[in-house]
Nanobody, 119 residues
Framework: QVQLVESGGGLVQPGGSLRLSCAPS????????MGWYRQAPGKQRELVAS???????AYIDSVKGRFTISRDDAKNEVYLQMNSLKPEDTAVYYC?????????????WGQGTQVTVSS
């Protein structure tokens, strides 16, 4: 059974940093393109950043230069380093696989981790 466990969120002031971690289990995630998604109140979930098995990275424009996605397949973990955070980054962040359309391969989601950027 696929499980996704996110951690590392919290309350941070604008301009601050957070590092999110994801520990997927239940399959060999090293084979998959992995991504961080986020869902803000009243908005649809969106893919923010992704990383392929050979570490090609992609980001949405609004986080380029501020967020960095990485993975450690030996530990079966995925990370999102978020710097220069803005109030508009406030959302629940989730990790999951990413297919060629930018959608998750697996239907199940973890509980997510809340990121709140506020002064």
């Amino acid at each position: 059974q696929v499980q996704l466990v996110e951690s590392g969120g919290g309350l941070v002031q604008p301009g601050g940093s957070l590092r999110l971690s994801c520990a997927p289990s239940g399959t060999i995630f090293s084979r998959f393109r992995m991504g961080w998604y986020r869902q803000a109140p009243g908005k649809q979930r969106e893919l923010v950043a992704s990383i392929t098995s050979n570490e090609n990275r992609a980001y949405i424009d609004s986080v380029k230069g501020r967020f960095t996605i990485s993975r450690d397949d030996a530990k079966n973990e995925v990370y999102l380093q978020m710097n220069s955070l803005k109030p508009e980054d406030t959302a629940v962040y989730y990790c999951n696989t990413v297919d060629y359309t930018g959608s998750p391969i697996f239907a199940s989601w973890g509980q997510g981790t809340q990121v709140t950027v506020s002064s």
